[in-house]
């Protein structure tokens, strides 16, 4: 995947925070160092951020990302990146690094601009937030939304979502008198899927076809695409595909103001190329390359991660707004 996240085929797309409800336990508050409040327990709904602290996390994660996209070393960025992230782009910075050891040499500095906070209100841990942003890469009217989360006090700020939504795909928030935005759970009922199945139901979707989720480009043509090269002269094609379910890698979503909810989720995606015999798998992708374990000899297996963000509605079908999927290993045997 490109760091610079454009968009490119289904399969090659390259351009967390988890639901938490409130368990039973007192609340005490205490001042932190940096004068922010934060409530030790889990019964006391409070905003996940201030807007300041909102703004430090961001300008935060850009240095770090820069450094790292720079030196083409994932552990420049290791304590601001998590979850989808952290995998989609280690394992681009990895392969970076092993096809150019000095650094990147086609580093341009990631600017994020005009960014507007969506905090939501919530009691306990994990917290999180989304930055929306225009930035100096791609699209100059594409969003680039960023999925902040921390798992406690002593924790900083780390982006475990980052996806790209065209002019006009980002929902409107549903937000109370003071602004802050309405987090959905994990089990709410009152939605078309579930956030914490929507997972499993798209791989389930990429497997079987149905109805849960509106026809497009990370659906049904992506379906069709892998029909039509599951079988080819000489290579076949076989295709797995898992839900990402726990920890930062654990589904969140805000409540939008017609009811629905705009829900980031994460996947993991398997594709093994297998060759007839006498027919060579030839692999000219310096990435794949870099990544490979192994010998194709007669098989070439490459996983991939992948970030989707859908409109969940409370009726029909599932929306995708954006996948952004990254390389994260290759195994040749």
Known sequence: MSRDRGDRSPRTLRSLNRFALATA?????????S??????????????????????????????????????????????VTGALAAIDGGKLDAGHKNNPAGNPSHVPLKLTDPKFTIPAKAGWPRWFVADTHANKGS?????????????????????????????????????????????????????????????????YLKSGGDTFAPGTHTSKWRAT??????????????????????????????TTDGGALVFFATRHFEKQTAAPG????????????LLTGEVKQSLTLEFVSNQAVLDPTRGQVKFLSRVEGLTGAKGE
């Open 25 to 33: 336990t007192a609340a005490t508050v205490a001042v932190t160092a």
């Open 140 to 204: 100059a009217e594409a969003h680039w939304l960023l999925v902040f989360t921390r798992s406690d006090a002593n924790k900083v700020w780390e982006v475990s979502y980052l996806t790209i939504l065209a002019a006009g795909d980002v929902p409107a928030f549903k937000k109370d008198e003071d602004g802050w935005a309405e987090p959905v759970s994990a089990d709410d009922a009152a939605l078309a899927v579930q956030p914490r199945t929507l997972g499993s139901a798209y791989t389930a």
């Open 226 to 255: 892998r029909l039509k090269n599951a079988s080819k002269p000489g290579l076949a094609r076989q295709y797995l595909d898992e839900p990402l379910t726990h920890g930062d890698y654990a589904p969140v979503g805000l409540r």
């Open 279 to 290: 027919v060579n798998i030839t692999v000219t992708d310096r990435n794949i390359n870099a």
């Open 35 to 80: 004068g922010c409040v934060v409530v030790h327990g889990e019964r006391e709904v409070v905003p996940t951020a201030t807007r300041a602290e909102a703004a430090r996390a961001l300008q935060d994660f850009v240095t770090a990302y820069n450094k790292a996209d720079k030196a083409y070393d994932r552990s420049q960025d290791a304590d601001r």
